[in-house]
């Protein structure tokens, strides 16, 4: 019997895929990933219930996840606003603050980290390498990611 006879077996498939992709959204950054396996899982009920070939399947799991992800996203982001990709840091959250370096700080790549606040954060530097145990000063904040720039002290003479 071939894998596909059974209307229910792919039925499952789509619910069991989906559920896998909702999951994922726990590791994957971003909202989409919960909108595709909520679509999987519809898609997967609805041909439970009736006759749907497999491209029509595909066909209504691609038109609903674009939806979603759409009306989703538009109201999420009522709930989890975000002015721009840029924040403007607050005197309390940070420019000008003086930081702790835990790991080195490449000039503008990721992977960088800061002490701020009791929290370790990720820090890039637009001018030069930063290497860790030496401060750094807190220019701004792209998203969850702060810009920092070396603090150089004037060598005595």
């Given at each position: 019997m071939d894998f596909f006879q059974d209307g229910h077996t792919l039925s499952y498939l789509w619910i069991a895929s989906g559920i896998l992709l909702m999951i994922a959204e726990l590791f994957v950054p971003g909202t989409f990933v919960f909108f595709l396996g909520l679509s999987g899982v519809i898609v997967g009920t609805l041909s439970y219930f009736t006759e749907l070939g497999i491209g029509t399947?595909?066909?209504?799991?691609?038109a609903l996840s674009g939806i979603l992800i759409l009306i989703g996203g538009a109201?999420?982001?009522k709930f989890f606003p975000s002015a721009s990709e840029k924040a403007t840091l607050s005197p309390d959250e940070g420019p000008g603050r003086i930081v702790s370096v835990s790991k080195d700080i490449l000039v503008e790549r990721r992977g960088g980290r800061?002490?701020?606040?009791?929290t370790e954060w990720d820090a890039i530097?637009?001018?030069k390498r930063i290497p860790a145990g030496k401060r750094a000063r807190i220019v701004e904040r792209e998203n969850l990611t702060f810009i920092v720039e070396p603090?150089?002290?004037?060598?005595?003479?």
């Amino acid at each position: 019997m071939d894998f596909f006879q059974d209307g229910h077996t792919l039925s499952y498939l789509w619910i069991a895929s989906g559920i896998l992709l909702m999951i994922a959204e726990l590791f994957v950054p971003g909202t989409f990933v919960f909108f595709l396996g909520l679509s999987g899982v519809i898609v997967g009920t609805l041909s439970y219930f009736t006759e749907l070939g497999i491209g029509t399947q595909a066909a209504i799991w691609a038109a609903l996840s674009g939806i979603l992800i759409l009306i989703g996203g538009a109201f999420l982001r009522k709930f989890f606003p975000s002015a721009s990709e840029k924040a403007t840091l607050s005197p309390d959250e940070g420019p000008g603050r003086i930081v702790s370096v835990s790991k080195d700080i490449l000039v503008e790549r990721r992977g960088g980290r800061i002490l701020f606040q009791g929290t370790e954060w990720d820090a890039i530097s637009k001018s030069k390498r930063i290497p860790a145990g030496k401060r750094a000063r807190i220019v701004e904040r792209e998203n969850l990611t702060f810009i920092v720039e070396p603090l150089d002290f004037p060598e005595i003479q």
